[in-house]
Nanobody, 121 residues
């Protein structure tokens, strides 16, 4: 199994910035896509940013131009730089890393436990 650790959330004023980090640990033998999901209060979890192992990125329209996803395949990590934050960005953010682990059964999705981001003045 792989373990996922997230960090970087918190309270920020509208227009501010935050950087979320997510790192996988364990006997990882291969990495695939990495992504960030957003779950606002009373809402379903939605995909907002995704990056392939080749570095190709995709964004939801709601965050395009404000959020940037990156990965570091050496550190088994993904990052989400969030700029010009808005009140509607208030949510729990989950990272997802596709990985194969030694002795495992191929590539699986591993999820972080979620990290709170609150945008408020």
């Amino acid at each position: 199994q792989a373990q996922i650790a997230e960090s970087g959330g918190g309270l920020v004023q509208p227009g501010g910035s935050l950087r979320l980090s997510c790192a996988a640990s364990g006997q990882i033998s291969a990495l695939g896509d990495m992504a960030w999901y957003q779950q606002g209060p009373g809402r379903q979890r939605v995909l907002i940013a995704r990056i392939t192992s080749d570095g190709i990125t995709n964004y939801a329209e709601s965050v395009k131009g404000r959020f940037t996803i990156a990965n570091d395949l050496v550190k088994d990590s993904t990052y989400l730089q969030m700029n010009n934050l808005k009140a509607e960005d208030t949510a729990i953010y989950y990272c997802m890393i596709e990985a194969a682990v030694e002795g495992g059964n191929g590539v699986n999705r591993f999820w972080g436990q979620g990290i709170q981001v609150t945008v408020s003045s």
